[in-house]
């Protein structure tokens, strides 16, 4: 059967109708080019192209009027062709699949299909579309939105097929009613002049097959009808002409009167019930036409009865739905195949087990479905397809993967092939199941028994079932394992008597009784030995359940046995273990005791027993805390029970029988159960109460020793106190008469004076240093200072006694030391002031020298040698040894020949090992004395020159700086000592100070409110008001007033009591005139700044 586009050969009718449709076609053309110029002026729509394709329209159309078929058929084929490659083509791709374009290639298509007469050509017309549409998306320069226009090309295509299946349906009809009025016509134009006009009349009928057909006219009236007696749809119909149309009782049916008379153009509806018939029906309303193709206005209504058409459409659709969700749930979709076999076609639910949307343009379904399948399976699927046409394969499975990455199990199966009458296979249907669910379920099944194997094998317990019926025992083959049996040796043997014949002969009589009464076997568990198959023994339990039917009676008794041998061997090694424990635990000399979580004994050994005076046996199940343990350390322990956080290590006393409390030093072990909490403690104790006693008792002496300590540095602190008040008057006096510029015999008398005083000072200060060495209370300060300096100052205060001695003095400074360091300047002059003093003091007619050597140079530090030498009389040998002890000289003379107390060289010592070094000592009697040490300092990391403390020899002869005065400069004296007011007023007047004097803190505060001074000296230990208090009281109204304590007190307490009380600076008395003068001057000097 050949197939055309158009069926050209009919009748002339259909020649004038596909004129007509090559002019639309030619208008069309010309239409939709001006239609996108207007809509879319930057397409791409060159006028050459379509009045081409016109050009051809109107030729095919002149070319119907001449017999030439083939030429006519050749000539409608090029012209479709080449309408649609040009506007659904070439110039729907050029321009991007706009909207415009792809919405007239769409309209294109529903316009041809008007025009189609035949199945056959509404379905090629359909085909050659989606081709052009494949072609476009193909040469297409852009990505489209494939699913937006797949949709819309379906959409359209089925609704141009519906459209057209209802016309074909109404055409068929109308023509058979055509058939009939033409001939009743031909019968009736012989008869009457009216029946040819009812025959004009009928042209416009438009349905055959209908049970009820109605015309109005111009007025809506009813002037004729048409039914079948057979199928009509109501009573007498004839007695409606006459009557307006509203008398239908179809309310809508006004409105398509209306629309028909002004369209001239068919209309239909659907409505329900019609004269009370609860139906569905369909109305088609059309216009009625002469012979002349003239609008009569008159109209026919055509009613057909479709409930019958609905309930079928209705129930399909059902059916449908039931059919997807009933695929949905097993995920199953269908597919078939067409019979070239080189493509397959299939459901809509196949998409959702592919998670795909749709198929890429440029594959078929076949081909994307293999592209799809793993790999490995790829073979098997392509053998499947490719063998459909001869001899299908039933089903097979594969594995999938989803553009989603989705791995999937599918199964595929194919039904019972379609055959000719020859036996070839010409269509094969089938479905494909995901199964992925079920193979991971199968697969997790899988794993799960091969866990559980492993769980038995490394549990070491193995399953048994037992089929009361038929007396038949299945062991799993654990169980071989645990009897040290093969399955291959023994499977045809009876288990039952199998599982008896190894039990230990001790054992048999109590395994076998649990399987004579089989009402009794459920949950019973029973520990037994056995000896295997080679001798070996072991520890079995086996637990015995039963299933039931359901009648009650036994199905089946059931089981397991597990290998419990070496638990067994570890809880006899445990018991072993323990016994030997406890054999210890009754030999040491120390108290043990095991407690359960009630804090009851369950064990102790007999040396508990004697300190506590009980008997062993007595003690079992007592409750520790509550027979031991003091009233005040129950409600302690209970909580250490309660909270499981028992000490690993405590000390407490414990009460004896006696009455008596020992003290016991505990070390405990504790014991938790499965959750966690405390089930027994075991504790080792020591009695300890005699060394607690012991302890006490050295506490007591340490305490003593320290309150001692106490009391001698507050002694010493008071007697240095004491002795420097007077101290203060004695060495002031001497250096005023020595200023006064006294005869030469008195200068002899104010020098031995001097010296003596100084001596004693001397002697005071370095008690008062060795005391707070040995209390601990000396402290190193860091500090930036010039090394050089420091040196050099020292070394130049010794220059006049060492001249006086006929001694010279060197200095030898590495240059590999950085001149400034951080370090305790002062505690460094100290160590050389002492060893230089000696040095000088023991030289006569001699050199003594100071070497500083570096030793070790780091990044950030550097150790400096110091030495002191000299060719003095040197230290005999036996008393190198003892020259550092305190209150230590070499000779008994040596204190009335150079003066000195003997703890110079003692303070010496203990400053060097404060700076973390030892001092070294090499001497020869006549030759003289070297005195080492090694110190590390800091390196400072700006290189200025630091503030250098002058050297603490020979005060008296220093100098003030010339041309620094404090003239003028008002000084509130405060003291209750006389003298010592009379010594500080003294040199105060000589340097030119206006002096105002008080003689206590409360008389001190008052003067400091009635007038304004420049700086106030303040004792600290006066009546009335001290000198903490009075300072306080001042810095609260006068904060700026400078106030210097001048105190007999050298203790470093006192001092830093002083700040706390907001004195600025500390004197000690007996004060240096220089010294004093200094701080004087700097404080009137900042004043002068201020101003």
């Not at 320069?141 to 797949?150: C, K, P, S, Y």
């Not at 041309?963 to 007011?981: E, P, T, W």
Request: with cysteine.
């Amino acid at each position: 059967m050949a197939l055309s586009i158009f069926k050209l050969s009919n009748a002339n009718t259909d020649k004038d109708f596909y004129r007509l449709f090559f002019i639309l076609l030619c208008f069309i053309n010309l239409a939709f080019h001006f239609l996108y110029l207007d809509y879319a002026p930057q397409s791409f729509d060159p006028a050459m192209y379509r009045v081409g394709s016109s050009l051809l329209c109107i030729i095919t159309a002149l070319i119907s009027f001449f017999d030439q078929k083939k030429v006519y058929y050749a000539s409608a084929y090029v012209t479709l062709i080449v309408f649609l490659a040009i506007n659904n083509c070439y110039l729907l791709g050029a321009n991007n699949f706009i909207g415009e374009y792809y919405l007239g290639s769409l309209v294109s298509l529903l316009v041809l299909s008007f025009f189609c007469r035949s199945s056959y050509e509404i379905l090629t017309l359909s085909l050659l579309n989606f081709a052009a549409f494949g072609c476009g998306l193909f040469f297409s320069t852009i990505i489209v939105q494939l699913n937006l226009m797949g949709i819309g090309l379906i959409l359209f295509t089925g609704l141009a097929a519906t459209l057209f299946l209802f016309r074909r349906s109404y055409i068929l009809r109308a023509i058979k009613v055509n058939i009939d009025i033409r001939e009743r016509n031909a019968e009736l134009r012989q008869t009457s002049t009216e029946l040819e006009q009812i025959k004009i009349k009928l042209r416009g009928l438009s349905a055959a097959n209908t049970a009820l057909v109605f015309e109005y006219d111009a007025h809506k009236n009813c002037v004729g009808e048409w039914y079948q007696t057979d199928d009509i749809l109501l009573n007498q119909p004839e007695t409606l002409i006459g009557t307006n149309i509203n008398n239908l009782q179809v309310p809508v049916l006004t409105n398509y009167f209306k629309h028909v008379q002004k369209t001239q153009k068919q209309a239909s509806f659907e409505f329900y019930s019609l004269f009370g018939n609860e139906q569905w029906y369909k109305a088609v309303v059309n216009p009625v036409f002469d012979e002349d193709r003239h609008f009569t206005q008159h109209v026919t209504v055509t009613i057909t009865d479709i409930t019958e058409l609905k309930a079928t459409a209705a129930a399909l659709k059902e059916n449908e739905l039931i059919l997807y969700n009933e695929q949905v749930v097993a995920k199953l979709g269908s597919w078939w195949t067409d019979s070239t076999y080189n493509d397959i076609f299939w459901s809509n639910n196949l998409f959702s087990i592919l998670e795909v949307s749709d198929i890429p343009p440029d594959k078929t379904k076949l081909s994307y479905y293999i592209s799809l399948i793993h790999d490995d399976d790829r073979p098997i699927a392509q053998q499947y397809f490719s063998s459909l046409a001869s001899n299908p394969l039933t089903e097979f499975e594969h594995r999938l993967i989803t553009p989603k990455g989705s791995l999937k199990y599918i199964k595929v199966v194919s039904g019972y092939p379609v055959k000719d009458d020859k036996g070839k296979i010409i269509k094969v249907a089938g479905i494909v199941q995901d199964i992925t669910e079920s193979k991971m379920a199968n697969r997790t099944i899988r794993t799960s028994q091969a866990e559980l194997m492993e769980v038995q094998a490394i549990a070491k317990v193995g399953g048994w079932k037992w089929d009361v019926k038929v007396n038949d025992l299945e062991w799993s083959d654990e169980i071989y394992r645990i009897y040290d049996l093969e399955k291959e040796e023994v499977k045809n043997e009876n288990h039952f008597k199998l599982l008896l014949a190894f039990v230990h002969p001790d054992d048999k009589a109590m395994v076998s009784s649990l399987f004579r009464d089989h009402s009794k076997l459920n949950r019973l568990f029973l520990e037994y030995r056995i000896i295997t198959g080679k001798g070996n023994l072991k520890y079995l339990s086996i637990i015995i359940g039963k299933t039931l039917k359901k009648d009650g009676a036994i199905r089946k008794i059931i089981g397991t046995i597990q290998d419990l041998t070496e638990r067994r061997k570890i809880e006899i090694d445990f018991e072993r273990a323990e016994n030997k424990y406890k054999n210890v635990l009754e030999t040491i000399n120390l108290a043990a005791v095991t407690l359960n979580k009630q804090g009851e004994i369950i064990f102790c050994n007999k040396h508990l027993a004697d300190i506590v005076g009980y008997d062993k046996g007595e003690l079992l199940g007592v409750n520790w805390i509550d027979t031991f343990v003091p009233e005040n350390l129950k409600q302690q322990f209970r909580a250490w029970l309660d909270s499981n956080s028992f000490y690993t290590q405590h000390t407490s006393p414990i009460i004896c029988k006696n009455g008596k409390q020992r003290v016991i030093n505990w070390k405990n072990t504790v014991t938790h159960d499965e959750f966690g909490n405390i089930a027994e403690t075991t504790s080792i104790g020591e009695d300890i109460t005699d060394i607690k006693k012991a302890r006490e008792a050295l506490i007591l002496a340490k305490e003593n020793a320290e309150k001692s300590s106490r009391f001698k540095s507050e002694f010493l602190s008071i007697m240095s106190h004491e002795i420097r008040t007077p101290m203060n008057a004695v060495i002031g006096t001497t250096n005023l008469l020595l200023q006064d510029n006294p005869a030469p015999r008195q200068l002899e008398y104010l020098h031995t004076l001097k010296f003596s005083s100084n001596n004693l000072l001397e002697l005071i200060n370095d008690i008062l240093d060795y005391n707070k060495i040995e209390a601990g209370k000396l402290e190193l300060y860091k500090l930036q200072f010039n090394i050089q300096k420091l040196a050099q100052n020292i070394l130049q205060a010794f220059a006049t006694k060492a001249e006086d001695n006929g001694s010279k003095l060197e200095l030898a400074f590495d240059k590999n030391i950085p001149a400034n360091l951080i370090g305790d300047q002062l505690r460094l002059g100290q160590i050389l002031n002492n060893l230089l003093s000696n040095a000088v003091k023991f030289t006569t007619n001699g050199t003594v020298y100071l070497r500083l050597e570096s030793q070790e140079i780091k990044q950030g530090s550097i150790s400096i040698k110091f030495i002191v030498a000299d060719t003095g009389i040197g230290i005999a040998p036996e008393n190198i040894d003892k020259i550092f002890d305190p209150f230590t000289q070499e000779y008994s003379s040596t204190a009335a020949d150079y003066g000195g107390t003997g703890l110079g060289l003692a303070i010496t010592r203990r400053l060097v090992e404060l700076h973390g070094s030892t001092i070294h000592l090499s001497s020869k009697p006549g030759e003289g004395t070297e005195f080492s040490f090694t110190i590390t300092f800091e390196k400072a990391e700006i290189d200025e020159p630091a503030e250098v403390v002058p050297a603490a020899a020979a005060p008296a002869e220093q100098q003030k700086p010339e041309g620094a005065n404090i003239n003028g400069m008002k000084i509130l004296l405060v003291d209750d000592n006389k003298m010592n007011l009379l010594i500080a007023n003294k040199f105060l007047k000589n340097w030119n100070a206006r002096v105002q004097q008080a003689t206590d803190g409360k008389m001190a505060v008052e003067v400091a409110m009635a007038h304004n001074f420049d700086l106030i000296l303040m004792d600290l230990q006066m009546p009335v008001m001290d000198g903490f208090e009075a300072a306080a009281l001042i810095k609260q109204t006068q904060p700026d007033i400078p106030i210097i304590a001048l105190s007999a007190d050298a203790m470093p307490e006192t001092s830093a009591k002083a700040a706390r009380y907001g004195m600025d600076d500390y004197l000690t008395k007996p004060f240096v005139p220089e010294v004093l003068f200094e701080k004087l001057l700097r404080y009137y000097q900042r004043a002068k700044v201020e101003q």
